[in-house]
């Protein structure tokens, strides 16, 4: 590893400058000029231009306007049209040579294998979309999605899509509390899940998980089952039901329901500041414009590409684009079930080279990891027919940035470090790979349509090189619509800070070229291996436990998955602090929230520090957890005081 202070000069002053060659240039879908002509017609006219883009997708019924901002912070967007986003995704590849295109190649961790066509995928929505009419499922009810990374979680999201029925899709490594939370909160009527999913070799439980979660889940009427790896698990009579069972009675003949362009199209739960995950509910017609628009763009998408986004259809990257972007543009996306390390470090690298994968879309954590893993691994294997490369979830070092070039992109693809949330639904900012030159560990400019901006706290644009509030100044098609069930705090958490601009919640700075470089959350959401969450859920799982009596949890610069969770914790009278009581602490926040959730470090102490007020003085813990680290990245403990000023503007 370089020196601490080569690496802070890198990201303040980081030079490096790669454009596009001039084969990709020559070859792009958008080249400089056309980015240009996009951006100045997006902000001159959006609605026209927005129009205009809406004219990709298939509408059953043309919308008479485009966006409806009267009632802001509620958007609506192609006001009065109707469109299925299920059919935009199947249907309408049907009639044309995509008919036999591979939609989904597969690839199960044990080595198992299956490709399915777009004709193919389309008989298997149906049939699914009829077996949740029969359960009866009908437009706006909800369906919790909890299954492993096989094409049957995309086949029921896009079966709920078809229907009008809205998913919520829960990753598969939340816990059964987790689950329950989730289920209760939507009010879902039914929950689709797995016997199981393959991780590591093993088996993750998720039918007994969702066993466990149903004690405490009302509102579930029924259980859908797959049998994915032939383990035995309890049926409960009169509720749980197998997939293959439902699906040979099921009939292939579904017509796809016509929606309003604002019907609801699925709930994804992702942590927030306070204890309790929000369901971010985003709806049909902007969903699926701001999805595939981005993913053609970004991606500089071609008829003939193997895609592969290695995310899991749990978050929001998933669904974007593994599903909604990738489907409705009728590409071929490789879907991989398991872990990068199974059976060996070269997993990934063996599948890019055996599926000819020609973009790939990963996270800065997993580069992390396979730079530590050793570069002998994707030296052994042909990558030639890579062309692009993708980078999502937190910011990406450098020198993660740099190993991803040379050695997975042979130097010779763009790398697309694409910024966005849950809440965006779709990318926001990252260069449009044939327009713009890009630079180590910056999203580099807003997409066209999108009016991103560095702020201070009163909404002033910050001069370059400062610190800032990243803040989008005009409504775009693939916004949230509110949080479901608690719409007071949408308003407050995204619209309360500026009037009438949103608020993401992450903290950034502009360079003297205009390109943005984001730090990091600003406030108390952690980004633990590209996952959010947030640092009351954690606390509040610490503090139910019964020698607990206060926790503060606070992230720390973590080589490997950017933040690490550190939790200072004050026990009960009469409880010792020992290594033993630390283990069930960490093992009672995974049972609470899941494995992603385990603290890295527990810090025993007799006080928590506080204000005169009461409140916990997060800053100083911060700097304690932080502090600790000797052999820290410089790169990211540099971001982390930037960050922490501007925190504290926030507080
Ligand atoms: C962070 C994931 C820097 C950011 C799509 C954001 C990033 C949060 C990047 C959203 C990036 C995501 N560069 N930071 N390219 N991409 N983030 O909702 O802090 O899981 O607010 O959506 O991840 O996380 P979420």
């Not at 590849?93 to 777009?118: C, M, Q, S, V």
């Not at 995309?154 to 329950?180: P, Q």
């Not at 730079?371 to 993708?390: A, E, N």
């Amino acid at each position: 590893m370089s020196s601490p202070e080569k690496n802070i000069t890198s990201v303040l002053k980081e030079t490096r400058v790669f454009p596009p060659s001039a084969d990709f240039v020559a070859a792009s879908l958008v080249d400089a000029k056309e980015r240009d002509r996009l951006a100045e017609w997006a902000k001159r006219d959006p609605d026209a231009f927005w129009a205009e883009q809406a004219k990709s997708l298939h509408w059953t019924k043309p919308w008479t306007q485009v966006l409806d901002w009267s009632n802001a912070p509620h958007a609506k967007w192609f006001v009065g049209g109707q469109l299925n986003a299920s059919e935009n995704c199947l249907d309408r590849h049907l009639t044309g040579p995509r008919k036999n295109k591979a939609a989904i190649i597969f690839e199960g961790e044990p080595g198992d294998t299956r490709t399915l066509t777009y004709q193919q995928l389309h008989r298997e929505v149906c049939k699914f979309a009829n077996a949740l009419k029969l359960l009866g499922v009908g437009k706006g009810d909800r369906v919790t999605i909890y299954m492993p990374m096989v094409p049957e979680a995309a086949i029921a999201m896009l079966a709920c899509a078809r229907i009008g029925a809205m998913h919520s899709v829960v990753f598969g490594g939340f816990s059964a509390d987790a689950v329950a939370d989730r289920n209760n909160d939507a009010k879902s009527k039914i929950i689709i899940t797995a016997d199981g999913g393959w991780r590591r070799g093993k088996v993750v439980p998720l039918k007994a998980n969702v066993d466990a979660a149903l004690e405490k889940s009302p509102t579930v009427e029924k259980c859908i089952v797959l049998n994915r790896c032939n383990t035995a698990v309890e049926m409960k009579h009169g509720r749980d039901l197998w997939w293959h069972d439902l699906m040979a009675a099921g009939s292939q003949h579904c017509p796809a329901e016509p929606l309003d362009s604002e019907h609801p199209l699925f709930i994804l739960y992702t942590s927030g500041s306070t204890g309790k995950p929000k369901g971010v509910l985003h709806t049909t017609g902007g969903y699926l414009l701001g999805s595939s628009l981005t993913h053609k763009w970004v991606f500089d998408l071609k008829e003939d590409d193997v895609y592969w986004c290695t995310a899991d259809v749990g978050w929001i990257t998933g669904h974007s684009y593994i599903v909604y972007g990738p489907l409705c543009n009728g590409s071929t996306i490789v879907m991989y079930e398991g872990a990068p390390n199974q059976p060996k470090e070269d997993r990934f690298w063996e599948i890019i080279e055996k599926y000819q994968v020609s973009v790939f879309y990963t996270a800065p954590t997993a580069i992390r990891a396979f730079i530590k893993w050793g570069d002998h691994h994707p030296k052994g294997h042909d990558l030639s027919s890579l062309r692009l490369l993708g980078s999502v979830g937190e910011p990406i070092n450098p020198e993660a940035w740099m190993w991803y070039h040379k050695l997975i992109g042979g130097e010779r693809c763009p790398i697309v470090d694409t910024w966005w949330q849950t809440e965006t639904g779709a990318i926001m900012i990252a260069p449009l790979p044939g327009a713009i030159p890009t630079k180590p560990g910056s999203a580099t400019k807003p997409l066209p349509g999108i009016e991103a901006e560095v702020v201070d706290k009163s909404g002033n644009a910050v001069p370059a090189n400062s610190g800032g509030f990243l803040v989008v100044k005009r409504p775009w098609p693939s916004m949230m619509r509110t949080i479901y069930g608690d719409d007071e705090r949408y308003k407050t958490t995204y619209w309360s800070h500026y009037d009438g601009i949103y608020f993401t919640a992450d903290g950034a700075r502009i360079d003297d070229d205009g390109y943005i470089w984001v730090m990091g959350r600003v406030d108390d959401v952690l980004n633990v291996s590209g996952h959010r969450l947030s640092t009351m859920e954690v606390e509040s799982a610490l503090v139910n436990h019964p020698k607990v009596a206060e926790a503060a949890v606070v992230g720390k610069p973590d080589d490997l998955k950017g933040e690490g969770i550190v939790c200072f914790v004050t026990l009960k009278q009469g409880n010792e602090p020992t290594d033993a009581l630390k283990a069930e602490l960490k093992a009672h926040v995974v049972h609470n929230i899941g494995a992603l959730a385990r603290p890295d470090d527990i810090k025993f102490t007799e006080t928590l520090p506080k204000t005169r007020s009461g409140k916990i003085m997060r800053r100083f813990l911060r700097d304690v957890a932080a502090g600790r680290q000797s052999t820290g990245d410089a790169t990211t403990l540099e971001d982390y005081t930037v960050l922490a000023k501007l925190r504290e503007d926030e507080e």
